[in-house]
């Protein structure tokens, strides 16, 4: 009796709050679109690609960042207050240090856990990093910044460069004699600006370097304003990847107006949370095996004392190696030392490659005229140019890299440092444009086998003989999901000289035009045709073309493309 009375009682209770629930979802929802944004987002429908998880990889290890930062900033200290170590480990004890790098032995020997929780941090700084310049590698080969996403592309690139800064201020912040080094270079960089270089450098250090303010400032910046940049933009890029359509590679059933994967619920939700997981666990079996920023090898800081093999962590690497392969140069104007081989490739290189990455979209769309939306992602081998120019780049920031470690290198392998300094001297001007070529050969070379497969078909491996004595091997017909990638493909065709010319125009403007005509016909002048019939083209003209939206024109350019076949 007593039992059966309480059963009612609960069921009550629970019925009560079920009306309540009830209740305030549809208060809400009479004044804020609930139920139809949220049906909405949980049936937003995602693509199945390996290489759409980059920027989730990059996205759950900085949720691992942030975790872990939290719990190390209630035990790092980033005063430059100098005092004897008496901690835990021997060798350094009766040194003097600063608090900053005190405090980082003390994570690392005596909190509990605290040196897991410090190689964990360092190890998702590195995956974070690497995941945003393979996600915007991925973006860029596939053509995945055209309208309507340059906002994202403009995004991602200003992520990569505040993870960068996010990395070297973290890396800096123990004060240890490897980190310090970073830091006289980073002083050195801010001092080559020409006028106002000397007078950043002496605010940033406190005074002269090393000064006594860098490291509380570096962790103001490290803790606080990166980070909330990043948040927000990290943010609105989201919210951009849900409002706009998602991309997606050719296949049968996918077209450039519609979006065919699978639900965010349950089943993408399902596969990020396992990504998620895997993330978090990876970092942690590396962290315990893999030791990394041991500094306590390394020492305190100190400004005399510049350690050996000194190399900065892979993503500013490019800058070591640029400062190291630029030749002595330097003039002094009025009395004020400009000085060429830190100017030019510590600060207009990086400058001017960040501009370039930022405004890409805009220029190849203005060279192309292509001013349509695209939601079916290129294969790089369609766009030969285009990847040529991705792994020219690729081959640059590879070979400054290396260059950034010719010390290393040239001890190892027994070699001249002065004589490997000349060899990247001159790989880093002669190996992007010979990686330009290749790859751009190499692009048509498998456009043109594409081209013979799906004329001939795929060979089978076996060889029949007539009567007669004729060999022939047979043939089999490509599969058509292998043919439908093979020939949906969209280019713009090359823009014409009397394209878009108006009557009474001036000769600045014919001769802009001529320029973009020329850059356009050598841009999509190199590629091989597919086999398709006319219908076929038409057919496909359909498929690929863009989104109508209202108050949309009709004066799109024409767009040229390739059909499956039947």
Not at 222 to 242: D, E, N
Not at 421 to 428: D, E, K, P
Request: hydrophobic letters at 45%; aromatic letters at 10%; a positive charge.
């Amino acid at each position: 009796m007593v039992f059966g009375k309480r059963k009612r009682r609960t069921a009550q209770r629970a019925e009560r709050a079920g009306r309540a629930a009830e209740t305030g979802f549809a208060v809400l929802d009479r004044r804020l679109p609930m139920a139809e944004g949220a049906r909405a987002l949980l049936r937003k429908a995602f693509p199945d690609h390996w290489s759409f998880l980059l920027g989730e990889l990059a996205l759950y290890s900085f949720v691992v960042l942030v975790l872990t930062g939290v719990y190390l900033t209630l035990f790092f200290d980033p005063s430059m207050t100098l005092s004897t170590y008496h901690g835990t480990y021997t060798p350094l004890r009766g040194l003097p240090m600063t608090q900053a790098y005190s405090s980082t032995l003390h994570i690392s020997f005596d909190v509990r856990g605290g040196l897991l929780i410090r190689q964990v941090h360092h190890w998702a700084a590195l995956l974070f990093i690497s995941a945003i310049g393979v996600h915007m590698l991925r973006i860029f080969f596939t053509g995945a910044f055209r309208r309507p996403r340059e906002g994202n592309w403009i995004i991602g690139v200003i992520l990569l460069i505040l993870a960068m800064l996010e990395g070297f201020c973290g890396y800096s912040l123990p004060d240890d004699l490897l980190s310090g080094t970073g830091l006289r270079t980073a002083g050195t960089i801010a001092g080559s600006i020409p006028v106002v270089g000397t007078y950043l450098e002496f605010f940033a250090f406190g005074g002269p370097y090393p000064g006594h303010d860098i490291i509380p400032r570096l962790y103001a910046v490290h803790i606080l304003l990166v980070p909330g940049l990043l948040v927000a933009l990290i943010t609105v890029h989201l919210i951009l990847v849900v409002y706009l359509k998602h991309t997606q590679f050719s296949g049968l059933g996918r077209t450039n107006r519609n979006v065919v994967g699978q639900p965010m619920v349950p089943q993408f939700a399902a596969k990020s949370t396992g990504l998620s997981l895997m993330v978090f666990g990876s970092l942690s079996a590396l962290a315990a095996s893999a030791q990394i920023n041991p500094i306590w090898i390394y020492g305190p800081y100190r400004p005399d004392i510049v350690i050996t093999d000194a190399q900065p962590d892979w993503y500013v690497g490019f800058l070591e190696g640029a400062l190291r392969l630029m030749p002595p140069a330097e003039t002094t104007v009025a009395g004020h030392t400009l000085m060429w081989n830190v100017l030019v490739p510590a600060l207009l290189m990086p400058g001017v490659l960040f501009t370039l990455l930022i405004l890409y979209p805009f220029c190849e769309r203005w060279v192309t005229g292509d001013a349509g939306e695209h939601h079916l992602l290129d294969r790089p081998r369609d766009h030969p140019a285009r990847t040529a120019f991705g792994v020219a780049g690729v081959v640059f920031y590879g070979v400054l890299l290396l260059a950034g470690g010719n010390d290393v290198v040239a001890y190892a392998m027994r070699w001249s440092v002065n004589a490997l300094t000349w060899i990247f001297r001159v790989a880093v001007i002669v190996g992007p444009p010979l990686a330009f070529m290749l790859t751009k050969r190499l692009c048509l070379a498998l456009q043109d086998h594409e081209r013979e497969t799906l004329t001939e078909g795929t060979e089978t491996g076996r060889v029949s003989q007539a009567v007669h004595g004729e060999i022939s091997e047979a043939h089999r017909p490509v599969p058509a999901e292998a043919r439908y990638r093979a020939l949906v493909r969209a280019t713009p065709r090359p823009l014409s000289v009397d394209e878009g010319a108006e009557e009474g125009e001036g000769a600045r403007v014919r001769r802009v035009r001529r320029l973009r005509v020329a850059l356009g016909s050598w841009y999509y002048g190199d590629r091989v045709e597919m086999p398709a019939t006319p219908r076929q083209r038409a057919e496909i003209e359909a498929r690929t073309a863009p989104p109508a939206h209202p108050g949309d024109s009709d004066d799109a350019p024409e767009r040229q493309a390739t059909a499956p076949s039947e």
